[in-house]
């Protein structure tokens, strides 16, 4: 198995070299409901599986499915949010650049992205601000991706991971540690997502990375993360998350602690609900004796 790709802003050729935009996607467990656009019009409802085979298609305007209606509803919704918001086309290539390279021509440019991510967010809704990003890719700190992140600070945590994965926008997952911080079951939520998919690679990388931004004074989420990473290695035989994991929390608490890091340590495995002192004790062993041989 592998992840829900994000079908978004791709091109779709029919055999009379018609050529259509998928601009809605809506995923489901087993396959995504999407509607491909003839310019601004939308013109075909389609089933596409998660690795990009159609399994059903028709033009709207020949058939009647309950799917496509609700799809097409959607669609309609959002039509019109665009048709209402002050942001323009010309606001949008502008936003594809830093700010140091932005000409900001709307003064409100940023207010505006930031409240059409939210907007975005809310409803699980088909981001045109991400496609544009991803079809004329400038910088990665761009005006788009630096306001979904102010957007991602307020917004509903549980309806941001939603949106982050439909966009395969996964490496914005750790904008969300505020949120993991104080909800932990919202990492859980995420990784059984993987698990689902058998997307053991990117349990690891998310896990990864929250060791790389957690809180070194928050023990209980320290346990919680080094938990979760070994549990992947008992999923996973060829994963090697939790040593990573663990290394990555100890040398950022070298660094902050210094000679005190023993202290430190201490505190994060005297924590007794899931007995990881035996196995990172072994971790910390098995480095020393490599550092030595």
């Not at 004329?136 to 992140?149: A, D, E, F, M, Q």
Request: hydrophobic share 35%; net charge positive; proline share 3%.
């Amino acid at each position: 198995m592998t992840l829900p790709a994000c079908l978004l802003g791709k091109t779709v050729s029919l055999n009379n070299n018609s050529h259509y935009l998928i601009k809605y996607q809506e995923p489901t467990d087993k396959d995504n409901h999407v509607i491909l656009f003839e310019e601004d019009r939308p013109k075909i409802y389609a089933r596409i599986s998660h690795t990009g085979e159609f399994l059903q298609s028709f033009f709207l305007n020949k058939t009647h499915d309950p799917h496509a209606a609700r799809c097409l509803e959607q669609c309609k919704q959002i039509e019109a949010a665009r048709t209402n918001s002050p942001l323009t086309q010309a606001d949008i290539k502008d936003a594809l650049n830093d700010e140091e390279h932005a000409k900001f021509h709307n003064k409100n440019l940023e207010k505006l992205l930031s409240d059409e991510h939210l907007q975005d967010i809310k409803n699980c809704w088909p981001s045109r601000l991400l496609s544009s990003q991803s079809m004329n890719h400038k910088t990665s700190n761009s005006l788009i991706h630096s306001t979904l992140i102010t957007a991602l600070s307020t917004a509903n945590p549980k309806k941001s991971i939603d949106f982050l994965l439909l966009h395969r926008y996964d490496r914005f997952l750790i904008h969300l540690m505020k949120h993991f911080e104080k909800s932990p079951t919202l990492v859980t939520d995420i990784l059984s997502y993987y698990y689902k998919h058998h997307a053991y690679d990117e349990a690891s990388t998310f896990l990864t990375r929250l060791a790389k931004k957690v809180s070194l004074e928050d023990v209980s989420f320290l346990n919680f993360v080094l938990d979760e990473s070994r549990k992947l290695n008992k999923i996973y035989n060829q994963s090697s998350v939790f040593k990573q994991v663990f290394l990555t929390i100890y040398q950022r608490g070298k660094r902050k602690y210094g000679k005190d890091v023993t202290s430190w340590l201490s505190s994060i495995t005297n924590e007794k609900r899931n007995h990881l002192k035996q196995d990172i004790l072994q971790l910390i062993k098995d480095k020393k004796n490599k550092e030595t041989s």
